[in-house]
């Protein structure tokens, strides 16, 4: 019994592999025809189609949304009831329909056409009725299904699916789309966060951030390490410049060294520093403190003066890993 499994399964892997290997070849002037159409569409594109076909399709619109190009799901059926009128004559329809003759697209496609609607056909008949009304065809005809029966759609369906993803990933490319474009269409996922954050977003404020003066004593500055915790205190001059950093090590140096707590923290400190800037993205702040071996640094601004501090436990509470 497991073998008859297991053979089954293998069988239909293969016959969709067969099939979908079969889809490259296929790729032409239609389908740079309808790849340029999206570029230029002025409004949406809008997916369409019935069955699994229609599943197919919110995929491919989800695709196309998340890499640059305005996409949503119409069902042909809710279109024919009013969302018909979702649809602009700037707009792209992407018709899904293996067999080309969905009764559904009697009525839809005379509606396109009254509206000056562009359609764009994805079919396995090309011959079809909507292949016929559309103005490029994207030909995902199989010579079999992978259901032995011949009837339920699954080499057809993987076509589709794929047939979708060539055209989303040629028309982002296009775009010039980036991962920082991507990621603002993701922004809670985690890349998102390494993208789009910034030093800013993240740094510790106001009374959070540690510093002290250049005069002011060994003391002193002791207790406002102690007081935030964050493992260093930022060393500013009177215009809120930082010329330097006490840490935990400058102190137990400067102890073990026979320095004096009454001395000035500027005697002490670790001059200069490693500094980030508000502005930089969050993922490269940390690949820098990763580098440098360091836990915390300063924020400054673009003059230079201190606005922020940050430690590597808040880039990992941000979700930058």
């Known amino acids: 019994m497991s073998e008859l ?8 892997l293969m016959l969709e592999l067969q099939e979908a290997s079969r889809l490259a070849d296929r790729l032409g002037d239609d389908f ?7 570029l230029n569409c002025a409004g949406k594109v809008i997916v369409s189609g019935m069955g699994k076909s229609g599943h197919i399709g919110k995929k491919i619109a989800a695709t196309l949304a998340s890499t640059g190009t305005p996409a949503f799901f119409v069902h042909p059926a809710e279109a024919l009831h009013g969302d018909l009128g979702m649809i602009e004559s700037r707009d792209v329809l992407l018709f899904i329909s293996y067999s080309g003759s969905a009764k559904e697209l009697d009525l839809i496609i005379p509606r396109l056409e009254e509206k000056s609607v562009t359609l764009l056909a994805m ?3 090309p011959r079809s009725p909507l292949a016929l009304a559309a103005v490029a065809v994207l030909d995902i005809s199989v010579e079999r299904e992978a259901c032995p029966m011949h009837l339920a759609p699954t080499s057809s369906t993987v076509n589709t ?3 979708g993803d060539a055209l989303a990933m040629a028309v982002m490319q296009e775009r010039g789309f980036n991962e920082e474009d991507f990621a603002r269409s993701h922004p809670a996922g985690a890349l998102g966060a390494r993208l789009l954050n910034r030093v800013h977003h993240l740094m510790r404020r106001d009374a959070a951030v ?8 060994v003391m002193d500055a002791m207790m406002e390490l102690s007081r935030t915790g964050l493992g260093l205190v930022a060393v500013c001059d ?6 330097g950093v006490f840490t935990d090590g400058d102190l137990r140096r400067w102890l073990v060294g026979g320095g004096a707590l009454t001395a000035e923290v500027s005697e002490a400190m670790t001059s200069g520093g490693i500094t980030l800037q508000a502005s930089s993205r969050a993922v490269d702040a940390k690949e820098i403190m990763m580098k440098r071996k360091i836990n915390a640094a300063p924020v400054v601004d673009e003059q230079g003066k201190l606005t922020g501090a940050i430690n590597l436990q808040d880039f990992y509470q941000a979700g930058i890993l």
């Open 5 to 12: 499994l297991l053979n089954a399964g293998r069988q239909t």
């Open 238 to 243: 009177e215009d809120a410049h930082v010329k």
């Open 210 to 217: 540690p510093q002290v003066r250049l005069t002011t004593s």
């Open 161 to 163: 699916l794929m047939m």
């Open 123 to 125: 079919t396995g008949k």
């Open 32 to 38: 740079v025809l309808a790849a340029r159409t999206i």
